[in-house]
């Protein structure tokens, strides 16, 4: 028997639902799940597909064999299916929490731009101070770091004040490296780090980073002095400029 050769079960919606659980079942034997893998691509359907899909957003404990699996389902994507896979690996992105694997394994089948693209829309589709896509946001967030597209800047401040720290970090991290005087997000990157330092509810760990990256960027800060006065964190002060440093 080939490796896809499993042609004699029907291709119901029900037996693919039971081949979905089996493969995403870590406690089933390796083999057990790999036949489950390979039945649904010899079914092929877009059903199908979406399931095999599915195993891109499950960890095992057994590392190893997580992503041998997971390697597997992404070649078979990319290199076996090939664009039917497209869709349904970008419908997966906009739905699900955990999604490195499903945007690096779309990455292999459209181009940049479209994939910047993509991933903009879906981030701007969570709102920063939604509890529950934090996961998403930061895995989106990575993924568009790996990127120099005049798309991402814009597309990021939001997130300079999102619900989750270290999700406000990978953004201030990723301001302060991308920003310079002169860059067209220049003038809205210091408005959004502002916000941060007026942000009540913000750790000191976060203005700290926030007033930081201010520093870096030499921003002329005149128009918030009274405002930012009682605000500062500790270790930084206003000069007579209006530009901030560290004290």
Excluded: W
Excluded at 89 to 108: E, K, P
Excluded at 164 to 184: F, I, S, T
Excluded at 231 to 236: A, E, R, S, V
């Amino acid at each position: 028997m080939g490796l896809f050769d499993f042609l004699s079960k029907k291709p119901s919606p029900k037996r693919i639902d039971k081949l979905t659980k089996r493969m995403m079942d870590e406690h089933h034997q390796q083999p057990v799940r790999q036949e489950a893998m390979d039945e649904l691509v010899s079914i092929g359907t877009p059903e199908a597909i979406a399931a095999l899909i599915k195993r891109l957003g499950t960890n095992f404990r057994d590392t190893i064999k997580n992503e041998q699996e997971k390697k597997f389902v992404s070649d078979t994507l990319a290199e076996h299916f090939r664009d039917r896979s497209i869709e349904p690996l970008l419908a997966f992105i906009r739905t699900d929490q955990t999604i490195s694997a499903a945007i690096r394994t779309v990455a292999r089948l459209i181009g940049r731009e479209r994939l910047i693209g993509e991933l903009c829309e879906v981030l701007a589709s969570y709102p920063p101070k939604d509890h529950r896509t934090i996961s998403a946001r930061m895995q989106l967030v990575d993924a568009l770091a790996d990127y120099d597209d005049p798309r991402i800047i814009p597309a990021l401040l939001p997130y300079a004040n999102d619900h989750d720290d270290d999700v406000r970090v990978k953004v201030m991290d990723l301001l302060e490296a991308r920003v310079k005087k002169g860059h067209p997000q220049y003038d809205a990157t210091i408005e959004a780090l502002v916000q941060v330092l007026q942000d009540p509810e913000a750790a000191g760990r976060i203005t700290r980073r926030a007033a930081s990256v201010l520093v870096a960027l030499k921003a002329d800060l005149s128009k918030h002095t009274d405002a930012l006065a009682e605000l500062l964190p500790d270790g930084f002060a206003l000069g007579a400029d209006g530009r901030l440093a560290a004290s």
